[in-house]
Nanobody, 123 residues
Framework: QVQLVESGGGSVQAGGSLRLSCAAS?????MAWFRQAPGKQREGVAA???????RYEDSVKDRFTISRDDAKNTLILQMTSLKPEDTAMYYC????????????????????WGQGTQVTVSS
């Protein structure tokens, strides 16, 4: 069982930046960030494999950067140029298994989830 603990959420104005962190207690192969706004389905934001493969959701490309430090079992999401539509609860997710790049942002492939951290962007 891998435990995930997110940190770094908060409130910012549009155009601002935030850095989310996720600490994992054990081995992970793919780690990802998902988000869920009230009344909406959970959606994948960005994912990164242990082999360095990365995938972003289209709306965050060129604004968000995902990275991981496997020595510290830590996942990072650097968010810039934030927009009000980025407002959501952000969840860290992890899986010990590899898989196709196309499935990297599919919630069902992840075994472990954090409790979430709130990101609020005001206009």
């Amino acid at each position: 069982q891998v435990q995930l603990v997110e940190s770094g959420g908060g409130s910012v104005q549009a155009g601002g930046s935030l850095r989310l962190s996720c600490a994992a207690s054990g081995y992970t192969y793919i780690m990802a960030w998902f988000r869920q706004a009230p009344g909406k389905q959970r959606e994948g934001v960005a994912a990164i494999g242990r082999d360095g493969t990365i995938r972003y959701e289209d709306s965050v490309k060129d604004r968000f950067t995902i990275s991981r430090d496997d020595a510290k079992n830590t996942l990072i999401l650097q968010m810039t140029s934030l927009k009000p539509e980025d407002t959501a609860m952000y969840y860290c997710a992890a899986s010990p298994l590899g898989g196709t790049t196309a499935a990297m942002l599919v919630p069902g492939r992840f075994s472990y989830w954090g409790q979430g951290t709130q990101v609020t962007v005001s206009s």
